[in-house]
């Protein structure tokens, strides 16, 4: 008898999915998150192939002071490539034609298999906005928190832009303000790809059992191609060492104070956030396509909901943004990651 081959529905898998009618049961997915980031992030086509190249003004050119009759070095400018690829995640469901067939439900049987395969999926990719890291697996590409990783201007410049909020050991979280934008942060997709998750009803199609026998199986090819390419450091600003058992105690971070600093940091603001609105781009177009918003987990999000309940609090408000009610920070919308961890070890 062959071996079930992993990843496949079993019969007692079917009849968990099935009601006393034999109709399928409607699950509540203990497992679902609620990750705004996705539908935030700006997915700009590669330049050539899987690779996305800009290139970053590093060192401006030095400028001399001329006395009369006298003369200057001529100087340049430093800039510098910057190369980035996209990822590709995938998977596959895999339904034996004859249990799919099982009691007459196949198109619900398929679709209700298939969203659990995308939360999955995107559950994964949002989690690797943040806390993937290239160094240590070469299939992925460098996250967030592996970016802005450091405290220690004297080990990275991007240190700027971490400011640590007090918390040691491995029970801290992170706060982030990232600006979406063509010259800012944006997420990659391949030349010639569609951006976003693909979907592709493949229909029945052979499979090979673990004896390499085949059978007949209904199958969903599930695929998503992105990567993180970060244009100018300085539009994402993290909010480190949130030490989360102290938030609900009578001495938290002071978020508010926080958020004050993390909107400071940012080159060019929001009008109406900040006294920072000139940009070196021609009309202001790039601020004007850019995308402003502040990340953080449910724990976190709590905290500032009952700061914003406190009627001396200007600046903390419930706004409507997208057609939904959401907490804003003057102005600038605050979404619910629950892809960042409340277990993030002190970041030095």
């Given at each position: 008898m062959a071996t079930i081959t992993p990843g496949l529905m079993t019969y007692a898998e079917w009849a968990l999915r099935m009601d006393d009618t034999g109709k399928i049961s409607t699950l509540v997915n203990l497992l679902s998150q609620n990750n705004g980031i996705m539908a935030d992030c700006l997915a700009l086509e590669c330049t050539t192939g899987n690779v996305y190249e800009y290139t970053q003004v590093v060192?401006?050119?030095?400028?001399?002071?001329?006395?009369?009759?006298?003369?200057?070095?001529?100087?340049?400018?430093?800039?510098?490539?910057?190369?980035?690829t996209a990822v590709e995640y995938a998977d596959w469901t895999k339904l034996d034609k004859s249990l799919a067939e099982l009691g007459g439900s196949l198109n619900e049987l398929r679709a209700t298999e298939d969203a659990?395969?995308?939360?999955?999926?995107?559950?994964?990719?949002?989690?690797?906005?943040?806390?993937?890291?290239?160094?240590?697996?070469?299939?992925?590409?460098?996250?967030?928190?592996?970016?802005?990783?450091?405290?220690?201007t004297s080990t990275s410049a991007i240190a700027n832009n971490v400011i640590d909020l007090g918390g040691t050991g491995s029970t801290n979280t992170s706060m982030w303000m990232v600006t979406w934008g063509p010259k800012h942060i944006h997420t990659?997709?391949?030349?010639?790809?569609?951006?976003?998750?693909?979907?592709?009803?493949?229909?029945?199609?052979?499979?090979?059992?673990?004896?390499?026998?085949?059978?007949?199986?209904?199958?969903?090819?599930?695929?998503?191609?992105?990567?993180?390419?970060?244009?100018?450091?300085?539009f994402a600003v993290r909010a480190a060492n949130i030490d989360v058992p102290t938030l609900s105690t009578g001495s938290p971070a002071n978020l508010i104070n926080a958020l004050s600093r993390m909107m400071m940091k940012?080159?060019?603001?929001?009008?109406?956030?900040?006294?920072?609105?000139?940009?070196?781009?021609?009309?202001?177009?790039?601020?004007?396509?850019?995308?402003?918003?502040?990340?953080?987990?449910?724990?976190?999000?709590?905290?500032?909901?009952?700061?914003?309940?406190?009627?001396?609090?200007?600046?903390?408000?419930?706004?409507?943004?997208?057609?939904?009610?959401?907490?804003?920070?003057?102005?600038?919308?605050?979404?619910?990651?629950?892809?960042?961890?409340?277990?993030?070890?002190?970041?030095?």
């Open positions: 060192k401006l050119p030095p400028v001399g002071r001329r006395s009369y009759n006298a003369g200057v070095p001529a100087s340049l400018a430093g800039v510098a490539k910057q190369v980035t659990l395969h995308m939360e999955a999926l995107s559950q994964t990719v949002a989690s690797d906005l943040f806390y993937a890291n290239r160094a240590t697996d070469p299939t992925a590409f460098t996250g967030l928190a592996n970016i802005y990783n450091t405290v220690s990659i997709f391949p030349k010639g790809m569609p951006a976003g998750m693909q979907h592709r009803d493949m229909g029945l199609l052979p499979s090979v059992d673990s004896n390499g026998y085949e059978f007949l199986a209904y199958r969903t090819w599930l695929q998503m191609n992105i990567g993180l390419a970060i244009h100018d450091w300085r940012m080159p060019v603001q929001p009008v109406g956030v900040g006294p920072v609105q000139n940009s070196d781009s021609p009309g202001n177009m790039a601020v004007q396509l850019a995308r402003t918003v502040i990340y953080c987990n449910r724990t976190v999000y709590l905290a500032l909901d009952q700061q914003a309940q406190n009627k001396t609090n200007l600046f903390l408000n419930m706004d409507e943004w997208d057609g939904h009610a959401v907490l804003t920070y003057r102005g600038i919308p605050i979404r619910v990651v629950d892809a960042i961890l409340n277990t993030e070890s002190r970041v030095v």
